[in-house]
């Protein structure tokens, strides 16, 4: 079980010469909450845990090693020739590296001294050279999937980063990115030990003009010496409050 309570390491020092490293997942959280950001990166109490996803993690580890078998024989896989996607994943020496937790893409933004890193899922190229940035994504529903839901437009944003951060490295990167998304069926007879699925593949053109701005936001928030006001609607700072109230403080 993880230990809650004040750590000692990662927590941004204004007066520090360091380079600051500050993942694509606690700029979201910045976004979410500035309240709970700063706690976070400034002061050293994180949110709770979530509890983890293993079965999406199973089927993004077999994601990745099937068209990683397209990647090796440098073809297209079944899903971009079903919807028209003129592409075949890409291969590169850094690839296992991009997508590795902790470590991902990284960039240096010089004006925060910031090291903004991303984990990402996959890339793919067409024709034109141009990197693709893809993103699976597991879930079990029975209404059609689509990217328009509040809480999936994070995975809009996720996605920018990641384009932003691989232009920043240097390389050309289309605008078009898909998500895989995976749906396990629940309309079978029966489970007999196995999960079936249906996979779709969604496109968004993504637009990362917002990415400079929210990470110099983020570097304001995190110089200041008091906290930020709690953020509307954030239920970590509603759970806070109303535990204070309770408690008498």
């Known amino acids: 079980m993880a230990v809650i309570g004040k750590r000692e390491r990662n927590i941004f020092d204004p007066k520090a010469k360091a380079p600051f490293k500050l993942s694509r997942s606690r ?19 994180d949110q709770p845990p979530g509890f983890p996803f ?70 793919w190229t067409n024709p034109k050279g141009e990197l693709i940035v893809v993103d699976y994504k597991a879930t079990s529903t029975e209404t059609e999937i689509t990217l328009d839901a509040e809480y999936r437009q994070a995975y809009k944003r996720q996605m920018e980063i990641y384009q932003w951060l691989f232009r920043r490295n240097g390389f050309v990167v289309s605008d078009t990115g898909y998500f895989v998304y ?20 969604l496109t968004h053109m993504g637009s990362d003009a917002w990415v400079e701005k929210t990470i110099t936001d983020a570097y304001a928030c995190l110089m200041k010496n008091t906290p930020p006001a709690p953020t509307k609607d954030c239920e970590h700072c509603a759970y806070r409050e109303a535990a204070n109230k309770a408690l008498g403080e």
């Open 27 to 45: 700029l979201e959280n910045f976004l979410r909450c500035s309240l709970c950001f700063y706690l976070d990166r400034r002061l050293g109490v």
């Open 54 to 123: 293993t079965l999406n993690n199973a089927v993004d580890h077999l994601l990745k090693k099937e068209f990683d078998i397209h990647r090796v024989a440098k073809s297209a896989h079944p899903l971009m020739e079903q919807y028209g996607v003129d592409a075949v994943p890409f291969e590169h020496p850094d690839l296992e590296k991009w997508r590795e937790n902790f470590v991902g893409i990284q960039y240096l933004h010089g004006p925060t001294n910031f090291i903004i890193t991303g984990a990402v899922d996959d890339i």
């Open 182 to 201: 995976v749906n396990a069926l629940k309309d079978k007879k029966a489970f007999d030990k196995k999960l079936e699925f249906e996979v779709k593949l």
